[in-house]
């Protein structure tokens, strides 16, 4: 799922400086040039040895202080890696925690990795390349247990690799820069290529960096691949003129370096101009088409929703009898419980959402507004999967009304913990749970939980 995570306001019209290939090294931190803000208070220049154990939600790494007063604190540190000894510098501090950045690796772990991102330590859109993948895929098992208070009973990591798996991407464009924000940073790093972005998806992102001078600052451009090629959209705040808007639209569609399937160009107050398709299909092979446009809400890649959608049709079962299914967005589920479910009844609150769904799965129930309650909402199986908040309150009175099963998809593991509790006190006993590394290199993790009454 796309990252959602809040970062402190930045200086407005700043770029990112140019990182350089070896700024994070197996036994070292990245060389961040000395003006370049991470935002952070630098009003506590003391220097601590942290013993680094582990690595924590949020994509930090997480150690115990070792020696002076504070003994012992536990220390957050971004960049480290499990079983790094480390010198670092506090920025934050309270009496039981501490928050710091990395000066120097004092003794690297065995689990520390050189990374193969030019980017990586500047960028923010990756927390842990330095981090073997077995490492990182153990901590995601791990926190994922701690937060719901269960044994995580399957991890699946449909890519082997750990890069080139994504095929959407949200690009930001400042003067002249086309890249991504940096960490802890609202700047841009200037990126020609991202490593986990597949191919068609690398090569919409070169074919972008092309008009990057004729679009505004601030622009942004999402990417998604889907069977016909890339959807380009465009949205931003200052007006663009129509020949230009043109111009870039034609670029785009006929260049031979990328296959662009269609482009919508959102600018100002003015209605979008779009050229080609207005969307594009992504669904994993095999399934019904599931139309989405770029800066719709979809899965990282059709492999990742692939996985994502047999876990989440595992633990509804093959007879779930009537489905009711909440934050269905445009459909991906929806689809696939038709041929399984006596009845299905679909909500969400957005729209645009509901009217694609309406489209990619026209033979389930769909319902806008107000979350289905009473009668229409009587369900044998509830299909929950909220934003990274979790469940709101009438969604959970909702999906507590499940009359044997619920499951729960989520893409936030503390949020879904909080919500374990409340369920287990309305009755429900948690029976499986499945950990998705659908994004290494970062610490987003999916999870699919199977609740059940007694």
Known sequence: MPTRRRRPPARAGRQAPQARPGDVRAGGPPEVPADFSTDLSTDLPVEVDVRVHGLAPGGDAVGRQQGGAHDGRATFIALAAPGDEVRARLVREQARVAWAELVAVRTASPLRVAPPCPYFGVCGGCQWQHVALQAQRTAKREIVARAVGAQVDELVAPSASGYGYRERARLIVEGGAVGFRARRSHQVVDVERCLLLGDEAGAALTAVRGQATTLPAGTEVDLQVGAEGVHVAVRSRAPIADERASSVCAAWMTTTSARIAGTIVAAGAVAP??????????????????????????????????????????????????????????????????????????????????????????????????????????????????????????????????????????????????????????????????????????????????????
Do not use: K
């Not at 309305?426 to 970062?442: I, K, N, S």
């Open 273 to 454: 101009r779009t050229c080609g398709a207005q969307d594009v299909d992504v669904a994993e092979p095999g399934s019904s088409p599931l139309r989405i446009p770029a800066g719709g809400f979809a899965q990282v890649g059709r492999a990742a929703n692939a996985a994502l959608v047999a876990a989440v049709m595992q633990a509804v079962g093959d007879v779930p009898g009537d489905v009711l299914e909440l934050y269905a967005g445009s459909g991906n589920f929806t689809r696939h419980l038709l041929s399984r479910a006596g009845r299905v009844v679909a909500h969400d609150a957005d729209g645009r959402a509901v009217d694609r769904g309406r489209r990619n799965a026209p033979a389930a129930s769909w319902c806008l507004g107000r979350v289905p309650s009473g009668p229409s909402a009587a369900a044998d199986t509830v299909l929950v999967d909220p934003p990274r908040e979790g469940l709101d309150g009438e969604n959970f009175a909702a999906a507590a009304g499940a009359g044997r099963r619920l499951v729960y998809v989520s893409c936030d593991p503390q949020t879904l913990g909080r919500d374990a509790t409340r369920l287990r006190a309305a009755g429900f006993a948690l029976r499986h749970v499945v950990a998705l590394d659908l994004m290494p290199q970062t610490f987003h993790v999916e999870v699919v939980a199977t609740f059940e009454r007694p």
